[in-house]
């Protein structure tokens, strides 16, 4: 095995981990920005709506398989691990998910999803490198491909996607099965279009060893190349290659409701929160938020691969490790954050979308999740109180502060508390 790469002279020993979590508090900030925010219109201010409109869900998942891997390069090889923590985890964000999911606070709750995705991505986790690279490409075709194929086969040809479990479904076995089918195939974050995510971040996090000096700014550059050629693809096959016009006609015979709209196309992939319908393969060519398509899955691991670079190497500098501080603390505690800000909008701030709600929200998280981590730092409650009940409930017990201040090191890992 290859002696890991030490970290170059004057680089802080936490940048690489301070920047990742900073780009997960990004994602967070995202997460409000389209929860909270005005709508993503393309005009002025509003194009940062825009942007972060389908991405945060996205640099979620491919973080948390990012730090699956920054977790296993920490732990070493040790052979198989137990599955119990990881069922019980699995068990308990699941739950937390369908809990808050029948609050309906207004926002399609992610973390049954992830449960799911901890699940399914373990076994991947024993195949070596260049096995799980290939296997991570190939995902990003063939599960989009796989979800548009299936679809009709169980009554998603024009509608009906985009649906999150709820606790209710599970009064009955048909129930039940509703809610493996939304979290397999039709739900707002299914296992087939969003495991692709946690696979590239793992595949990334084992091929790009942040301890080596030239691979943040290689990762920001080549994320940059990989998001550009896919939202430049699917620019040009819909609007050069004749795409849109095919689509239009595919919605005047098969979703003749949304020609009235301004935007057919968005019309109709706003009837099921983004996801494509199973009614043309041209569909498959665009890259829409939550769409769900090839194109738009490269083009979102390339965003967060290439964010990922761009926080490590402001990271490694003191006054960009000093700026990241906030954003770092912030994606430190984002289950926390998460669940806070499920519970304020199921209650006072319910239906709240405007720019002082945003700023309301980001503001308060960020204060918020600085104070706590400065307040608690080095004690185990310090990562997040959600984060701390869950590895009390996955462990039994919590390590000492100095243990603590280890784990901390892979931030993300496979425990879902970055979802």
Do not use: K
């Amino acid at each position: 095995m290859r002696r890991p790469t030490q970290p170059r002279i004057g680089e802080r020993p936490t940048s690489r981990l301070t920047g990742v979590d900073a780009v997960r508090g990004l994602a967070v900030l995202g997460m409000f920005a389209v929860h909270v925010g005005p709508g993503p219109d393309p005009s002025g201010a509003r194009y940062l709506i825009l942007a972060a409109d389908g991405r945060a869900p996205a640099l979620f998942t491919l973080l948390a398989g990012f730090s699956l891997a920054l977790a296993q390069r920490h732990d070493g090889p040790r052979g198989p691990r137990p599955l119990r923590p990881l069922l019980i985890r699995s068990a308990v964000l699941a739950a937390l998910g369908l809990w808050l999911a029948t609050l309906w606070p207004g926002v399609l709750v992610i973390l049954a999803f992830f449960a799911l995705y901890f699940l399914a991505a373990e076994p991947f986790t024993r195949l070596s490198t260049p096995v799980l690279a290939a296997v991570a490409a190939a995902s990003v075709i063939v599960g989009p491909v796989l979800s548009f194929v299936l679809g009709p086969l169980f009554g998603y040809t024009t509608t009906g996607r985009g649906a999150v479990p709820e606790l209710a479904h599970l009064t009955s076995w048909s129930g039940a099965g509703e809610v493996l089918e939304q979290l397999l195939l039709s739900g707002a974050y299914p296992v087939l279009t969003y495991l692709p995510y946690v696979l590239v971040g793992m595949a990334l996090g084992r091929l790009c060893d942040l301890r080596e000096a030239s691979v943040a700014p290689r990762m920001a550059a080549w994320g940059t190349v990989a998001a550009v050629a896919a939202y430049g693809s699917a620019w040009l096959a819909t609007e050069v290659g004749g795409g849109r016009e095919r689509l239009l006609a595919t919605i005047a015979e098969r979703h003749p409701e949304a020609l009235a709209a301004a935007d057919p196309v968005r019309a109709v992939l706003g009837a099921q929160f983004g996801a494509i319908p199973s009614t043309s393969w041209d569909w498959l060519l665009i890259a829409d938020p939550y769409s769900q398509t090839p194109l738009e899955t490269i083009g979102n691991a390339g965003v967060g691969c290439a964010l990922i670079g761009v926080c490590v190497l402001a990271a490694r500098a003191r006054l960009g490790a000093g700026l990241l501080r906030p954003l770092a603390a912030l994606g430190a505690m984002a289950l926390s954050a998460y669940v806070v800000h499920a519970l304020v909008l199921a209650g006072p701030a319910n239906g709240a979308h405007s720019w002082r709600a945003l700023a309301a929200f980001a503001g308060v998280a960020l204060v918020a999740a600085w104070a706590w981590q400065r307040a608690l730092a080095g004690r185990p409650l310090g990562r997040g109180p959600v984060e701390y009940a869950l590895r009390l409930a996955t462990h039994g017990r919590i390590p000492r502060p100095a243990a603590a201040r280890v784990s901390r090191g892979a931030p993300g890992r496979p425990t879902g508390e970055r979802s």
